[in-house]
């Protein structure tokens, strides 16, 4: 078995109110890592972490499930937990052990009881969190529309991504930090292209982006300083910069991509 050194292995939980999405997003990531050779769905019984008979009965997770996948020369260990009212303290549990947690939220449901229990559960262990925001049905405005979810949770939050509102464009997103339109195919070849932004897209990625890199200059001393002379923050810097503040827990992020 490959060795990593400890410096890169991360434990990463997938937590949320039930059916918002997590054993879907964890298989989708072991598809993409490559540690999977298919993508399993949990509706039609072929998931790797929903695998007991009881929660291929009933298409949800009971209790938490582990893999691995190797991502940038890094082994993340993915622990996908339940999210149904009945198995939360099974969540709770495996936050102990974990370094970081993702909290998935449905874009159309928003925040849900759960949710608000798991984001208890990662402030009580001191956990730096990622919001991962899942079902869009092609429709960017439901993100925008939600910008409660960052005054309940994070009010320092912002999103990394946009969902392309054009139709002929999606499923896609538009990435702030490179200010690129990315659009996935509708197969699974994972052959993502990029593009520019589209014109009426533009002046709002801006603004979302300027706010993005104030947000990511105000976490770094040095940061703030050459952001305040008017110098360009190098994307080195600002990649740096939001580690460094998602891991102090002064900040969350938003990203969307599932559709
Ligand atoms: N369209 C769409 N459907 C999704 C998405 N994510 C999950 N689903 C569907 O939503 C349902 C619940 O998904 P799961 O991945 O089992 O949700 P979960 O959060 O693991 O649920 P519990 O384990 O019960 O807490 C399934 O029917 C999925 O196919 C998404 O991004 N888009
Ligand atoms: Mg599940």
Redesign the pocket.
């Known amino acids: 078995m490959k060795k990593y050194e400890t410096n890169r292995l991360r434990n990463i939980a997938i937590i949320?109110?039930?059916?918002?999405?997590?054993?879907?997003?964890?298989?989708a990531m072991l598809y993409d890592a490559g540690a999977s050779d298919r993508l399993g769905?949990?509706?039609d019984g072929s998931?790797l972490?929903?695998f007991e008979p009881e929660e291929i009965k009933r298409?949800?997770?009971i209790s938490s499930a582990f893999n691995h996948l190797e991502w940038d020369k890094h082994k993340m260990n993915i622990v996908?937990?339940?999210?149904?009212a009945n198995f939360i303290m099974d969540t709770k549990n495996s936050l102990q052990a974990v370094d970081g947690a993702v909290i998935?939220i449905?874009a159309v449901a928003g925040v849900e009881v759960q949710t608000e229990k798991v984001w208890e559960f990662a402030t009580q262990f001191r956990l730096p969190r990622l919001f991962f925001i899942?079902?869009?049905?092609g429709n960017g405005r439901v993100f925008l529309n939600h910008s409660w979810i960052f005054k309940k949770f994070s009010p320092e939050g912002r999103p990394l991504e946009f969902a392309h509102r054009s139709r002929r464009f999606f499923p896609g997103i538009l990435d702030l930090l490179t200010l690129k339109a990315f659009r996935f195919p509708n197969d699974l070849s994972g052959k993502i292209t990029a593009e520019e932004i589209p014109g009426d897209m533009q002046e709002e990625a801006i603004k979302a982006r300027e706010k993005l890199v104030e947000m990511i200059a105000e976490s770094d001393d040095a940061l703030l300083e050459k952001y305040l002379e008017g110098h360009e923050l190098s994307p080195e810097e600002l990649f740096q910069g939001l580690r460094s503040g998602v891991l102090n827990q002064e900040f969350s992020l938003f990203f969307a991509v599932?559709?």
């Open positions: 949320a109110h039930g059916k918002a999405g997590k054993t879907t997003l964890a298989e769905r949990v509706d998931s972490m929903d298409s949800l997770t996908d937990t339940p999210g149904d998935v449905d899942s079902s869009w049905i599932q559709v």
